[in-house]
């Protein structure tokens, strides 16, 4: 057999906790200007243009995808954030995942249990494709949550087809 090589890109939705963020977000920067404001009317234009950028700036920030790169039994996936700021957030073999199931396969749920962190890369909608894996990472028990598309998931199948169940 060749090569594997797959790749996704998964945006994460925006949800009420955001939104609240980015309320509060801007009322921290009113809040700053007027402060400035009343302390030192001197720096006013200044203070508002610092906490319009950096509410700018935080607000970007909430602007998130995960992009799965699968290569030949090592999946990879990066953050982006704002569609500019791509950071690796983990690498893993896949041989090395002790399961893999949907998020609510009731079949596995007590072999997705037990583990010491939660690492969510996926859209933050459960959907037919959401899938947990349990693996040891930096000697932790993790359960990794993300959405691989029907090439991901028959490339990772055809490595560890006795630990993957895939939502019928």
């Known amino acids: 057999m ?4 797959k790749e996704q890109l998964v945006a994460k939705k925006r949800t009420s906790k955001d939104g609240m963020i980015t309320a509060l ?22 203070a508002v243009a610092i906490a319009a950028y950096g509410a700018y700036w935080l607000i970007q920030r909430q602007n998130i995808e995960y992009e799965y790169s699968f290569t030949n039994g090592e999946l990879d996936i990066d953050q982006i954030i704002n569609k500019s700021n ?6 893993v073999s896949v041989k090395e995942f002790d399961v893999m199931a949907h998020v609510e396969d009731k079949d596995h749920a007590h072999e997705l249990t037990g583990f010491e962190k939660t690492l ?4 933050g909608e459960i959907k037919s494709n ?18 691989p598309n029907e090439e991901i998931l028959k ?14």
């Open 2 to 5: 060749g090569d594997i090589f």
């Open 25 to 46: 977000i801007i009322l921290a920067a009113i809040v700053v200007a007027l402060a400035a404001f009343a302390f030192i009317p001197q720096v006013f234009v200044f």
């Open 86 to 91: 791509r950071k690796r957030v983990v690498s």
């Open 120 to 123: 969510d890369f996926s859209s």
């Open 130 to 147: 959401t899938y947990a894996a349990i693996f040891v990472h930096n000697n932790q028990k993790v359960k990794m949550i993300f959405e």
């Open 155 to 168: 490339g990772i199948f055809h490595l560890i087809p006795r630990k993957l169940y895939i939502k019928k």
